[in-house]
T-cell receptor, first 113, second 114 residues
């Protein structure tokens, strides 16, 4: 079945540092890939997505590229802020009609001033 | 546009009691999902509705969990009787149409079973 593997956290960075959170996946066919963010006490919010190979999703300074050859969708940001502290989830969705999301375990990011 | 609404936000019960959660999806969204998120893990799908019909409930522990979506709008998820391992956040999400694979999540209900 489908699965998503993320690097374990917490990831602890200083403000303005470069961020990478690794994500790899296993799926049949050509899934869509997502990064969701969960701020403390809140629900999941879609951060960015990519629907086909070599697509780059980007939002709020974050970006991730759909790499089919390495089955990866790593999240990057050039300069993190304290407000980016949250839990980040990589997920995939098969592109069948009633597609569901398969999530990784999440990576906590802690950014200090 | 209003988001996905869930209530209650928090619930504490003792094991073997029953509990119900309510979800109101974004208006016009045909597909509704319930996920269980155990602390330190990613959300896991429990059940998926398309309008008022069940599409996938393969991961729902049917001996104790039930869900319904009457009239194809809001939905309730019930646990009866609750076990300690049911302590989790229960997330509701909705999606507009079949070809749109973006899901919108509610704030969740945090259940603690003592």
């Amino acid at each position: 079945g489908d699965s998503v593997t993320q690097m374990e956290g917490p990831v602890t960075l200083s403000e303005e540092a470069f961020l990478t959170i690794n994500c790899t996946y296993t799926a049949t066919g050509y899934p869509s890939l997502f990064w969701y963010v969960q701020y403390p006490g809140e629900g999941l919010q879609l951060l960015l997505k990519a629907t086909k190979a070599d697509d780059k999703g980007s939002n709020k300074g974050f970006e991730a590229t759909y790499r089919k050859e390495t089955t990866s969708f790593h999240l990057e940001k050039g300069s993190v802020q304290v407000s980016d502290s949250a839990v980040y989830f990589c997920a995939l969705s098969s592109n069948s009609g009633y597609s569901t999301l398969t999530f990784g375990k999440g990576t906590m990011l802690l950014v200090s001033p | 546009e209003a988001g996905v609404a869930q209530s209650p936000r928090y619930k504490i019960i003792e094991k073997r009691q029953s509990v119900a959660f309510w979800c109101n999806p974004i208006s016009g969204h045909a597909t509704l999902y319930w996920y269980q998120q155990i602390l330190g893990q990613g959300p896991k799908l429990l059940i998926q509705f398309q309008n008022n019909g069940v599409v996938d409930d393969s991961q729902l522990p049917k001996d104790r969990f039930s869900a319904e979506r009457l009239k194809g709008v809001d939905s309730t998820l019930k646990i009866q009787p609750a076990k300690l391992e049911d302590s989790a956040v229960y997330l509701c999400a909705s999606r507009k149409r079949e070809l749109d694979n973006e899901q919108f999540f509610g704030p969740g209900t945090r259940l603690t079973v003592l």
